[in-house]
């Protein structure tokens, strides 16, 4: 039998990007930087692959669902 062979995954940073920069609030206007943070089907990424800290997710995660309400940011890519 042979082995698949899987891709590498992209790799996961140690530091919080909203830390790191400086960036107090996350605006649920600003989509440029919310898309960073959804994966191709649209989802919400994982903070182990997106390094943010669990006080970031939180906020990030309430941001792109507002973004989505709102129609800024899609609920599912086709």
Request: glycine share 0%.
């Given at each position: 039998?042979?082995?698949?062979?899987?891709?590498?995954s992209r790799p996961i940073s140690t530091v919080c990007y909203f830390c790191q920069q400086g960036i107090k609030e996350i605006d649920y206007q600003d989509t440029?930087?919310?898309?960073?943070?959804?994966?191709a089907q649209a989802k919400i990424m994982n903070p182990k692959r997106t390094g943010t800290c669990k006080k970031h997710q939180r906020i990030l995660g309430q941001a792109i669902k507002r973004a989505r309400y709102l129609a800024l940011l899609p609920f599912t890519n086709r």
């Open positions: 039998m042979f082995r698949k062979s899987y891709q590498k440029i930087l919310l898309k960073k943070f959804i994966s």
